[in-house]
């Protein structure tokens, strides 16, 4: 911790490495999560983020490195020593017991009273809005219900950090929008650490007050999602976090006359006519508008540029109507982005 | 569409009318018929065959056997039942085997469950892919042999003079041999002829029944169970206990019921170790073959049927069947 951020720091990773034989699933990772932050650990599939997460719980231990809870050394500490909970991705809800079973499961553990268990117990199943299934067993119940019930047995136990594990992953669209807002809701409500694994990254932008972005076992990025989202470090982050054209430095230079690799996000784009002029703070280039895609929302072009790159502009449909941009399509245009988002990465 | 004769642009099955393209047809729009078809073997040998000889046997076990002519009246009586229960002139007494054998199942039941379950536990949760592999075969491999060789070869494992007592010997544990044998019930002059060597050979015999049916239950249990178990402040022997335990039972409960069934009929580990006396199995081998009597060898052997249906309702009541 540094000496002017007065935050608690919840967990702190130094060094971290976990090996599983010749694989690196984690590889030297150093990170700090703060007291009541809602933190993301955003990746691929076999980036490492997961192993993190268990590490955190206690379900792996690290090959070398120390992990820290609230100061104490807990790499070496059994899961069931921790003051941890997790949601896990399966929900892993026991079969044999009702929800209310489920839910008491870690009280029990504990022995707290009967009296106290039961209050919690209903509190909590009024929080997660299924105050009439207590007595199901997960087997009646929809994936949105599981999930749900998941949370709260991880929840009742008012662990000092909340581990979820892609919970979201199993839900529709919809439902998992909806809960990506109570979730956020529901942490903000009890001030509990959470650390939340997805390789979603709207889910990650939407959810997160700070994420780190992991790729082949090591983190590219550490931020607020705006700052993520608008100064990628590296051109994964830049590609993995939203949608990037990616320019090369040799193309680079043809654009910008450094030849510095930059990323620049579609959006950024202004689509106009070959004869418009460009302005001082712009960069501009001619073209030919090779493909169009029509999102409904938006409209994706793919632009051939004289600078021989290929340049993915994203434009609303604010007045245009689909057969309007497939007429688009062959016809010579002159794009337009402002300097200052160019986004000069390392390659 | 390609112009080269040789590759055509159609399969030419669907040009023919072969029988075979009019039959799959037919089945595939009539699939009732298909699975008809498809059941009618094993259904022919479960109901006329299986079910059949068990009816057969139900209704034989209502004649009556005439002890002096030794001849089979086909009239329907239940003096085969009262024969059985209640005659005092057996010997020995038909109660007094039943007892026995129920209690041997019992036995050689409780100690495969408990000798398998941490072997399909290890199998199920620890050893690597190699190692299953192996540990599957050494499970099996025994059934592989003859039955009645493997018992005759412990017969000869549990003689006085033979290995177990010479191992015993090494390792000083006479004393020990000595005293179990000493036991009034269950001793005897030497292993195998006691009844500690017959339950030691059911428990081999049976033992892949119990261990195969429990690793089944075992690799069902997600290991997340057990991950969210501690996750929730489980130490190890709660999580056994609460969540390994309760989902797994219906794989002990389905290794119980070939042990106990199998060591009630079971007539050839009975008469070729221990002291002679009467198992289940060989009194109705005895009633049936040697003394002819059909109606009382039908009359012991539903003993075991109906123990079983017991055994398996209670099982029912308990949940053993909830997970399935």
């Known amino acids: ?347 | 569409m390609s112009t080269d004769p040789a590759v055509p642009t159609t399969n030419p099955s669907l040009q023919s009318n072969s029988p075979i393209r009019l039959i799959s047809n037919f089945l595939y729009r009539h699939s009732c018929l298909a699975t008809g078809l498809l059941l009618l073997l094993p259904l022919l040998w479960l109901v006329v065959i299986y079910l059949g000889s068990l009816g057969t046997m139900l209704i034989q076990s209502f004649y009556t056997y005439n002890r002096y002519t030794g001849q089979i009246i086909e009239e329907f009586s239940l003096d085969a039942y009262k024969e059985a229960f209640t005659d005092p002139d057996l010997s020995p007494p038909n109660k007094d085997v039943i007892k026995r054998t129920v209690r041997m199942a019992a036995a050689v039941t409780i100690a495969a469950a408990i000798l398998a379950f941490p072997l399909a536990y290890y199998m199920a949760r620890y050893a690597g892919p190699k190692m299953k592999g192996a540990l599957y075969l050494g499970v099996m491999l025994p059934l592989w042999s003859s039955y009645l060789v493997r018992v005759y070869a412990w017969k000869l494992i549990l003689a006085k003079d033979g290995v177990m007592t010479w191992f015993l010997e090494k390792l000083g544990l006479m004393p020990v041999l000595e005293w179990l044998l000493d036991i009034e019930g269950i001793g005897g002059n030497s292993l195998s002829t006691s009844y500690i060597g017959v339950f030691l050979v059911f428990l081999y015999v049976w033992m892949p029944y119990m261990v195969l049916p429990i690793n089944a239950a075992l690799e069902r249990v997600p290991k997340s169970l057990t991950e969210a178990s501690s996750d929730l402040g489980a130490r190890p022997w709660y999580t056994f206990l609460r969540v390994i335990l309760p989902l797994s039972f219906p794989g002990v409960v389905a290794g119980s019921i070939f042990t106990f069934s199998l060591t009630l009929g079971d007539y050839i580990i009975p008469s070729v170790i221990g002291t002679s006396s009467y198992f289940l199995g060989a009194l109705v081998f005895t009633q049936r073959g040697t003394v002819g009597n059909w109606p009382l060898a039908a009359v012991l052997t539903l003993v075991p049927v109906v123990i079983m249906m017991v055994y398996l309702s209670v099982a029912k009541r308990l949940g053993a069947f909830d997970a399935l």
């Open chain 1, 1 to 347: 911790m540094t000496v002017s951020d007065p935050r608690q720091v919840a967990i702190r990773f130094t060094d971290v490495a976990r090996h599983f034989g010749n694989v690196k699933a984690v590889d030297h990772v150093s990170l700090d999560i703060y007291d009541g932050e809602f933190f993301s650990l955003l990746g691929p599939s076999g980036s490492g983020k997961t192993t993190c997460l268990r590490m955190i719980a206690g379900f792996e231990s690290p090959s070398s490195g120390s992990i820290q809870l609230y100061g104490e050394e807990v790499s070496k500490m059994p899961p069931y020593e921790r003051d941890v909970n997790t949601v896990f991705q399966d929900y892993a809800l026991f079969p044999h017991m009702s929800v209310q079973k489920n839910i008491a499961y870690g009280l029990m553990v504990k022995r707290v009273p009967r009296k106290e268990r039961e209050r919690r117990v209903s509190e909590i199943l009024d929080m997660v809005q299924l105050t009439t299934l207590g007595k199901r067993k997960p087997s009646q119940l929809s994936g949105g219900q599981r999930q749900r019930v998941a949370l709260a047995r991880a929840l009742v136990n008012h662990p000092r950090v909340l581990l979820l594990d892609e919970p979201l992953g199993a839900l529709d669209l919809k439902l998992r929008q909806q809960m990506q807002i109570e979730l956020k809701a529901i942490q903000q409500r009890v001030g509990i650490t959470f650390i939340y694994v997805t390789h979603d990254q709207e889910e990650a932008l939407t959810m997160s007050d700070r994420l780190a972005v992991f790729n082949h076992g090591k983190i590219e990025q550490v931020g607020t999602p705006a700052e993520v989202y608008e100064r990628p470090a590296t051109s994964f982050v830049a590609s993995f976090v939203g949608v990037s054209n990616f320019v090369e430095s040799d193309q680079a230079f043809k654009i910008t006359g450094e030849s510095k690799s930059f990323t620049l996000r579609p959006e950024k784009i202004r689509l106009t006519t070959p004869d418009s002029s460009t302005p001082a703070d712009c960069y501009g280039l001619n073209g030919t508008i090779r493909d169009v895609i029509y999102l409904g929302m938006y409209t994706r072009y793919l632009v051939d540029t004289e600078a021989g790159i290929d340049l993915t502009v994203v434009v609303q449909n604010l007045e245009s109507t689909s057969s309007d941009v497939f007429a688009a399509r062959k016809r010579p245009v002159k794009i337009l982005w402002q300097k200052a988002h160019n986004r000069v990465v390392e390659e």
